[in-house]
């Protein structure tokens, strides 16, 4: 069993930076793939981006390549998205999950923190 929390939300404006945080609870944490998803309103739960179970390896979906990084450190329990050149696009509620796989799926990923809302104004 995994229980994530997540963190550091709020509102910026546009061009802004916020960093999410998520803590993770159980000796395990190290075993999973961890992700980050978003879900604006009115919309479906879409993938950010993940990181593997040692921190070596990461995926970004198209939108947000290259201005957001995603890391991980074990020794903490915690996994970290890091969100630099905010657009209003971004809004959304941001849910950090844990998989056992390397997946981009919402519905392979096994635990889910409760989400933490970023809005970014223009």
């Known amino acids: 069993q995994v229980q994530l929390v997540e963190s550091g939300g709020g509102m910026v404006q546009a061009g802004g930076s916020l960093r999410l945080s998520c803590a993770a609870s159980g000796r395990t944490f190290s075993r999973y793939v961890m992700g980050w998803f978003r879900q604006a309103p009115g919309k479906e739960r879409e993938f950010v981006a993940h990181i593997t179970w040692s921190g070596g390896h990461t995926y970004y979906t198209a939108s947000v390549r290259g201005r957001f990084t995603i890391s991980r450190d074990n020794a903490k329990n915690t996994v970290s998205l890091q969100m630099n050149s905010l657009k209003p696009e971004d809004t959304a509620v941001y849910y950090c999950?844990?998989?056992?796989?390397?997946?981009?799926?919402?519905?392979?990923?096994?635990?889910w923190g409760q989400g933490t809302q970023v809005t970014v104004s223009s």
């Open positions: 999950a844990a998989a056992s796989s390397w997946e981009t799926l919402a519905d392979k990923y096994d635990y």
